[in-house]
């Protein structure tokens, strides 16, 4: 494929987008940028400072001093905090938790995306979240909306879980629907899907299956880029 193009995949918690992102970048020789784990590292940087969710004026003061890094990493991505790998960090349930609430202040968001958009300067990127589409990038040249039912969704996420952080599938699916509720209902940049952007229902899809669709996609772009 000649001539890079930038992809975006938008969409709810466990819908499949960092995984089919990571794959599509991979086929691509593209570079993956997960944006959700950039507000994770935000989140899991408030818990070790004491900040509670709400207390936005903290938050855009703790948000100037983190250095966040993306790296590539056998597992997708590695992720840095001022120097600390905080890559498995990141995906404990407190930090699930407090997440979206974090992610609702302004001054966090405004921090984020334009660390975003920095790293998109260069074309070639595929960059998965909520927002990617319709705020960070809109001139992406692929936008994906990437949905499943919420009970494959909550289940996808139960086959993750190990031994140690079981939580029921029903509890699990209840705290994602939440999730889905608040990112969708806040102010700034919520929850939605581009005008311009494809759906993908993944709900009887396989992983393959969807990043197929999407890199049909890309071609398509890429044909008319030329
Ligand atoms: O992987 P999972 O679907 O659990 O979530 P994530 O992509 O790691 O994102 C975690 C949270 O960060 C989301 O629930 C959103 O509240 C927030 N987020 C956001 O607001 N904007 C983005 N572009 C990416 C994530
Ligand atoms: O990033 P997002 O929260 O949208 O989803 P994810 O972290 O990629 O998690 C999706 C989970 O569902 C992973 O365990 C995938 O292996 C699995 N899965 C999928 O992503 N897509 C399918 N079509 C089927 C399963």
């Not at 020789?29 to 944006?35: A, E, F, R």
């Not at 940087?45 to 948000?63: K, N, W």
């Not at 905090?81 to 405004?110: D, M, Y």
């Not at 700034?188 to 993944?202: F, G, Q, T």
């Amino acid at each position: 494929i000649s001539g890079r193009i930038n992809v975006a995949i938008d969409g709810p918690a466990g819908a499949g987008k960092s995984t089919v992102a990571r794959k599509v970048a991979e086929q691509l020789g593209y570079i993956y940028i997960d944006t959700g784990a950039m507000y994770r590292a935000v989140a899991y940087a408030a818990i070790g400072a004491g900040i509670t969710p709400d207390d936005s004026d903290r938050l855009g003061q703790l948000v100037q001093t983190l250095k966040i890094v993306l790296a590539p990493g056998d597992e997708g991505q590695t992720v840095w905090l001022n120097g600390e790998n905080v890559t498995s960090a990141i995906r404990t349930r407190e930090v699930t938790l407090i997440v979206s609430q974090i992610a609702s202040h302004e001054p966090v968001r405004l921090k984020l995306v334009e660390l975003q958009r920095g790293l998109a300067d260069a074309k070639g990127i595929v960059m998965d979240g909520r927002d990617i589409g319709t705020h960070v990038l809109p001139n992406a040249e692929v936008k994906v909306f990437l949905v499943a039912s919420v009970k494959v969704r909550a289940l996808r996420r139960f086959q993750e879980l190990s031994g140690n952080e079981a939580v029921p599938l029903q509890q699990l699916e209840q705290e994602i629907a939440e999730r889905d509720r608040s990112d969708e209902r806040r102010e700034i940049s919520p929850l939605i899907c581009a005008k311009d952007a494809e759906v993908i229902d993944s709900t009887e899809l396989s992983i393959d299956q969807v990043v197929a669709l999407i890199l049909d996609l890309c071609r398509t772009k890429t044909v008319e880029a030329k």
